[in-house]
């Protein structure tokens, strides 16, 4: 387990290139992502047809990303599976804050390049989220399907047992499938920094606290209970 208040990772050359690793990969993310959803604006695609292409443009802009960078920074690609991984011990507060501030970052300058790209008349809110059910409905649907994808990335990619060389594939899958029941209620965030670079960039601040609020408690919740009883409880069961 890291030490909380850690603070060697300000001067770790191997923690700055992983959180330079999460900036690009959340640059990357919050281009493909809000871009797939601006570019079916443009094709003008059917309801289905939009719900079939944003699952796949997130789930495997996922799973590729995750694949690139895991072994640099783990691929966390998102503010509240960071979280999640301080509050387990996982990674030290400071390099947290060193990943959440990158990831900020990287969804600004992801959505800010979409701006230069995307002609004015087809940016709309550049595929930033809102909800299509009331403020409490919303908070809920995001923690669910924030503690689904944590819950994975745990028993895939951090639980030591666990088939790692298949958590690209499962967190990926995860996010997709996801994307079906979330995309018609919240637009299935699950990712702050997702959400956050298209608002930032757009101005569209609606309720924009539930997508931090809601990932952040489904990953926290997540995450301590696959570590407790899982992770903690084997290695207690195996002494």
Known sequence: MANLLDTSDLSNKAAWQATLAELIAVMLFVFVGSGAIIGIGMVGADGGTTLIIA???????????????????????????????????????????????????????????????????DQGTLGAHSLNVDVASGLIVEMILTFMLVFVIFATAMDPKGPGHLAPFAIGLTVMVNHFVGVPLTGASMNPARSFGPALATGEW??????????????????????????????????
């Open 55 to 121: 699952a796949l443009a997130h789930g495997l802009a996922i799973a590729a990303l995750v694949s690139a960078i895991g072994r640099v920074s783990g691929g966390h690609i998102n503010p509240a599976v960071t979280v999640a991984a301080v509050v387990t011990g996982r990674m030290s507060l400071v390099k947290g804050a060193m990943y959440v501030a990158a990831q900020l970052i990287g969804a600004l300058v992801g959505a800010a390049l979409l701006l230069s790209v995307i002609p004015l008349a």
């Open 206 to 239: 609606a309720n924009h606290w539930v997508y931090w609020v809601g990932p952040i408690m489904g990953a926290v919740l997540a995450a301590i209970i696959y570590e407790v009883i899982y992770i903690r409880g084997h290695e207690e069961a195996a002494a």
